[in-house]
């Protein structure tokens, strides 16, 4: 799976695998089917290694689409330089991440650089039943669970134009010791072995075109039928 994406990867920008959850032919207006079975909302989920800039691109997104809210998710990490509570992440203590996955409050967890990240599934679920559009920033691992657990959800999965150019970013950070880059790197290559379990990969080679791209997915997936005509009842009197 890494070999096919190193030689595809360069070659198209964004990639749609034709996921089809329902057909216009057995459409029944009358009968609308949501986006995730029982919620009325959209839930996106964007994927992709460390340094390929999934963060900015959700950021960019938030920026031009005020009708898409960001869940923030629960990490044992402690905060980088410019990162703030509640608004990046909830920063809590291993102690404090373990008593509540033990409640059983996470849509999602995984550990990922060693550290434990979590999804508040009450927050999700809520947003979703009041017509709310998500997007969840989770790895691969946590998009697995997600799936299994909310179907009808759109996987997007970012990449960089390459290796190399992941590399260059990484260390142009600052962030991060050599020793841990390295650990990223190698983290990567598993990561985009899992790019083809995604509804849609976009290469980030050029950071406008990667968020008209990431865009472009979310307004195609308001534009499906089953989501036109859950969010807008009048169209059953046609």
């Not at 900015?56 to 920026?63: I, V």
């Not at 960089?160 to 190698?186: F, K, Y």
């Not at 990567?188 to 968020?211: P, Q, T």
Request: charged share 25%; glycine share 8%; proline share 5%.
């Amino acid at each position: 799976m890494v070999r096919q994406y190193r030689l595809n990867w360069r070659s198209s920008r964004t990639l749609g695998t034709p996921t089809a959850r329902m057909s216009q032919s057995t459409f029944n207006a009358s009968q609308p089917i949501p986006a995730v079975p029982g919620r009325s909302g959209l839930l996106f989920i964007v994927s992709a290694p460390s340094g390929a800039g999934k963060t900015s691109l959700l950021q960019a997104l938030l920026q031009r689409d005020p009708k898409i809210g960001l869940s923030v998710s629960y990490t044992t990490r402690a905060p980088r330089p410019g990162e703030q509570e509640g608004r990046h992440y909830h920063f809590v203590s291993r102690e404090t991440f373990q008593r509540m996955l033990e409640r059983g409050e996470f849509l999602e967890s995984a550990l990922v650089h060693g550290n434990h990240y979590g999804t508040s599934e009450r927050w999700v679920t809520d947003q979703l039943d009041a017509g709310a559009n998500i997007v969840l920033e989770i790895d691969w691992q946590g998009a697995a669970q997600v799936r299994r657990r909310l179907p009808g959800c759109i996987g997007i999965f970012v990449l960089p134009p390459s290796m190399e150019t992941l590399e260059t970013r990484l260390r142009g950070r600052g962030q991060d010791a050599p020793e841990v880059i390295a650990r990223r790197l190698n983290a990567a290559r598993e990561e985009v072995s899992h790019a083809g379990e995604f509804d849609y990969v976009i290469i980030n080679d050029d950071f406008d075109r990667a968020v008209d791209d990431l865009r472009a997915v979310v307004r195609a997936t308001r534009l499906r039928t089953a989501t036109q005509f859950a969010a807008n009842p009048r169209l059953q009197q046609f």
